[in-house]
């Protein structure tokens, strides 16, 4: 499927522009982080014996916020699975009729991935779940991870709107 740059100079372009620039920063400082407590503790394990005290932890929830900070640039960049082989046959108007209904329905699921994220969120804020070893509140995870498949679902609901305005 094609992607399409946005006109910089307008509001919304910046906008998401913006939110996929930081969410990549965000990512790539969380890459950076499991990199080190990896690091650290296989250090710890070789020099001394001693593992980092919650090192899987750390890495764990490290990991979760890359993959959720990490969408939008990746959809950007095309790097999503397509059926190109079935896509590429389909004539002109079918391509776009499909692009906008893949990316409304992936805006419809990815808000209610989130929406369902942050309600487990608040579960979980409301009895006080915590990390296994290091006693770290889980909620934050679960509510940063809402609000990166919301950030994503607006992106595919803005792409399934450009479809269709190509439509015309």
Not at 47 to 61: K, Q, R, V, Y
Not at 143 to 154: D, E, N, Q
Request: with cysteine; glycine share 10%.
């Amino acid at each position: 499927m094609t992607e399409h740059v946005p006109n910089p100079g307008r509001p919304s372009a910046r906008l998401f522009s913006g939110l996929e620039g930081g969410m990549k920063v965000v990512a790539a400082a969380c890459l950076m982080g499991m990199a080190l407590v990896t690091g650290l503790d296989v250090a710890g394990r070789a020099a001394m014996n001693t593992p980092l005290f919650g090192s899987e932890e750390i890495t764990s929830i490290l990991a979760a916020l890359v993959v959720g900070f990490s969408l939008p640039y990746a959809h950007s960049q095309g790097s999503h699975i397509g059926v190109e082989v079935v896509y590429q046959r389909l004539g002109r108007r079918a391509r776009r009729m499909l692009d906008f209904c893949t990316r409304l329905v992936s805006a419809a699921l990815f808000g209610e991935i989130a929406r369902q994220m942050w309600a487990y969120g608040l579960d979980k804020r409301a009895v006080g779940q915590v990390s296994m070893n290091l006693g770290l509140p889980t909620y934050h995870v679960l509510f940063a991870l809402a609000g990166c498949f919301a950030v994503f679902a607006l992106f595919q609901l803005r792409d399934a709107l450009r479809a269709l305005r190509r439509q015309g």
